[in-house]
């Protein structure tokens, strides 16, 4: 199918002609070009090219483009987003930018650390705070080390309805507690947190889940 091409001060976005994407091209623009920068400014970092970012027309599309499982949206090869755009799914917004541009900061193996800096900016799943779902977590969950989750096993173990929005959760906690600086540190080095908090993390887990659960 054909592609045509906008380019932006930061994106290539590609779309279909004729498509709704298309139509709509103009608002995608600006709206992409706000989160840019939002994410830009609060991680100190910018992209040393362009973003390319193509809009599907659903999620088969992007599983046919990719080869990879169907899904709203997905980020490959530091540069290059994936996401659906139609009536019933508009996946725009911070996510997979913020992907891109924490990776200008280090690569991390855990997949909570990934997920977790993107849900922050999101700051919601599904139209719910990240803290909603972190509070109700908390609730079932006092005597659990939160961190304990950088591991990718015990990360995937969770669904994501609660994987997501938790890692969101902790992410922002820990920025507003420690700074940007300690937590990009904590980034660098896939989450020593003794490092970047000069605290242990079984002492901070029961910190944030006492603010979660009040």
Known sequence: ??????????YLLYCHPGSLAEEDLE?????????????SKALGVTMNKKIR???????????????????????FDYDLIY????????????HED???LSFRIAVPESQFLREGLAMYFDGDYHGKSNREYAS????????????????NEKFYSMTEEVSYPLAG??????IDRFGMDCYKEFFRTNGEAA?????KAEDLSAAFINDMMN
């Open 83 to 94: 996401a659906v755009y139609n009536q019933e799914i508009k996946c725009l917004g911070p």
């Open 169 to 174: 959760a902790l992410t922002q906690w820990l």
């Open 136 to 151: 109700e977590w908390a609730q079932k969950n006092t005597g659990v080390n939160v961190f304990s989750y950088l591991d």
């Open 27 to 39: 608002e995608i623009k600006v709206w992409q070009e706000k989160c840019y920068e939002r994410i």
């Open 1 to 10: 199918m054909e592609w045509i091409c906008r380019e932006t001060e930061h």
């Open 98 to 100: 913020a992907h891109l």
């Open 53 to 75: 970012m193509y809009l599907c027309t659903d999620r088969k599309e992007i599983a046919e483009e990719t080869g990879c499982p169907p899904c709203n949206g997905m980020c």
């Open 195 to 199: 490092a970047a908090f000069r605290q």
